[in-house]
């Protein structure tokens, strides 16, 4: 007999991962363009990135006095964090994607955890599939799997792109697995909130909000001299910086992230394991017996409210850690060069403006994102069949479309004035000068056309081509790699000039940003009313 040799406990595992194998294969299907093309796209984007920096700085002496000035200025360090050997050419060439490149790749594997299964469980996909032979962790096993597959393809491609570019392997394959396991750790956390949240918009706010929280105490950990602090060493895009790829690497610190995965995954499963299908840690509260709501705005406002309220709050924190470092801005400037550079433009006022445009056109940025998810509502609401029953009460359609997508312009809208608003009282209140508050909150103001042409984008999509409403998302991923990376690979100005973030006017605001600013407000009108007219014309779609 073999009973004794495998045991209960191993013929109960083996059975709750049953399907394991075929629900891989159909995740991998499913996810086999998207996916794909983000790991190669990141990949690749590192590997020009390299190729486009590595003649730059031909002397040491160029890669020192580059290395001077990126950890001078609290902007790039606050953004991207140090430069801990000014000597190497690999750490000169990778800053801009060590940490912010970290913190993209971690938001796409969070989001494919929730979408294969938070996301799956919601649609009622699961339910149906688990009507045949699957076994209970099977979901979570094999989207763990994709992950982690997904994680090491992109670590192993990353460096032999860097590689390829002329950069050391031993500092590439360092970057490349930084990457790699930040994917890990945010894909094993998406698993995570998937657990906690009955939904999977819920579980990617929830997820978000851990990440932009890491990314805050990583930025904070940097800034303090000598830096990090212990601040960075809680985060995991800090221990992606403290693997110190190109800087003499320190492959110890590669258990940390391991040890993190290890533990969320772990947790992932003891949740699963003590819920029902369609269950979660954090129920959905039940609303009042007697309905209260005002028509279909009443109805948006419902469903969107709460998420709005945790922008907000996170933008008036973010916002006020970032305008108060607008005092220690000049004394980061250790390079004498930097200083002679910007005494002779203005003196250290002007790096204050520039420190807090760089800050503002990342806030605006943030926004649009949440002016994506907001606006895409409307396709959420569709295919899961809630706009059906909406649509057959006396709501007419473009009431319908401009209760949701009106909410995204006024969310964002508002997300912008708090931005502002927190930023402006940081910055005055660090450097005594009260006069400040009202020029950052208008030139933060001065984004929002901006903002509202990328949400605008959505509403296109959802009236046209409503399949491609996720589109968009790629869409301000490119905006943001051409913003920062457009300058650096000499691409053509109509090109960069494509991002309408590129074209909001910066502070200090002037009178000559009027004309931009009308622009992008009536590109944002003509792509919202064609988006519309497709809506009106169109059947409703699954």
Same mark, same amino acid.
């Given at each position: 007999?073999?009973?004794? *040799? ?30 794909? %093309? ?19 700085? /031909? ?10 000035? &990126? ?67 099977? /979901? ?36 490349? $697995? ?16 998937? =657990?906690? %949240? ?27 001299? /000598? ?14 910086? =403290?693997?110190?790829?190109? %800087? ?8 940390? /992230? $391991? ?44 469903? =969107? ?39 002779? &433009?203005?003196? *250290? ?13 990342? &806030? ?90 990328? *949400? ?42 494509? %991002? ?43």
């Amino acid at each position: 007999s073999t009973t004794g *040799t495998t045991g209960p406990g191993c013929a109960a595992m083996a059975d709750t991962n049953v399907g394991t194998g075929t629900l891989l294969r159909l995740a991998v299907r499913r996810d086999r363009v998207l996916l794909t %093309s983000w790991v190669v796209g990141l990949a690749a984007t590192a590997g020009f990135s390299a190729a486009a920096t590595v003649d730059l700085y /031909p002397t040491e002496e160029q890669r020192v006095a580059a290395a001077e000035t &990126i950890n001078a200025s609290a902007a790039v360090v606050a953004l991207y964090g140090r430069i801990y050997d000014p000597t190497s050419l690999g750490a000169v060439s990778m800053i801009k994607l060590t940490a912010l490149g970290a913190a993209i790749v971690g938001i796409v594997m969070l989001f494919v955890a929730i979408r294969h299964t938070r996301a799956e469980e919601e649609a009622g996909r699961l339910e149906l599939l688990s009507g045949g032979r699957l076994g209970r962790l099977a /979901p979570l096993t094999s989207t763990l799997l994709l992950i982690t597959g997904a994680s090491v393809a992109l670590a192993l491609l990353t460096a032999v792109a860097n590689t390829a570019a002329g950069l050391p392997f031993a500092g590439s394959l360092a970057f490349g $697995l930084g990457w790699g396991l930040c994917a890990l750790v945010y894909g094993a956390l998406g698993a995570v909130t998937a =657990q906690v %949240s009955e939904t999977a918009r819920a579980a990617r706010g929830l997820g978000l909000t851990i990440l932009a929280i890491t990314y805050v105490l990583r930025a904070v950990g940097d800034l303090a001299e /000598p830096g990090p602090s212990f601040l960075s060493w809680l985060s995991p895009i800090g221990w992606n910086q =403290q693997l110190r790829a190109y %800087s003499g690497e320190r492959w110890w610190v590669i258990a940390l /992230p $391991l040890l993190a995965t290890a533990l969320l995954m772990a947790l992932a499963y003891a949740l699963r394991s003590r819920r029902d299908l369609g269950a979660a840690l954090r129920a959905e509260r039940p609303g009042p017996a007697t309905g209260r709501l005002s028509g279909v705005v009443g109805l948006a406002w419902r469903l =969107q409210g709460r998420v709005l309220l945790g922008w907000a709050v996170a933008f008036v924190l973010f916002g006020l850690i970032l305008g108060s470092l607008a005092s220690s801005v000049d004394k980061l400037l250790t390079s004498p060069a930097m200083k002679q550079f910007f005494e002779s &433009i203005g003196g *250290t006022a002007r790096l204050v403006d520039v420190f807090l445009a760089a800050e503002i056109a990342i &806030i605006a940025a943030i926004a649009a994102a949440y002016g994506i998810s907001a606006a895409d509502r409307l396709r959420a609401e569709e295919v899961d069949g809630h706009a059906e029953p909406v649509l057959a009460t006396r709501a007419t359609r473009l009431r319908w479309a401009w209760s949701h997508y009106g909410i995204a312009l006024v969310g964002s809208g508002v997300l912008m004035l708090l931005a502002g608003l927190s930023i402006g009282i940081g910055a005055s209140a660090a450097l005594g000068d009260w006069s400040q508050l009202g020029r950052i909150v208008l030139a933060a103001l001065a984004q929002l056309p901006a903002v509202w042409v990328v *949400t605008s984008l959505v509403l296109l999509a959802f009236g046209w081509a409503p399949r491609l409403t996720v589109a968009v998302w790629g869409l301000l991923a490119a905006f943001v790699v051409v913003g920062e990376f457009g300058p650096l690979w000499h691409l053509p100005e109509w090109v960069m000039d494509l %991002s309408p973030l590129r074209h909001a006017p910066t502070l200090p605001v002037s009178s000559d940003g009027l004309l931009p600013v009308l622009l992008l407000l009536a590109a944002a009108v003509v792509i919202s009313a064609l988006g519309l007219l497709g809506w009106r014309r169109r059947d409703l779609v699954g």
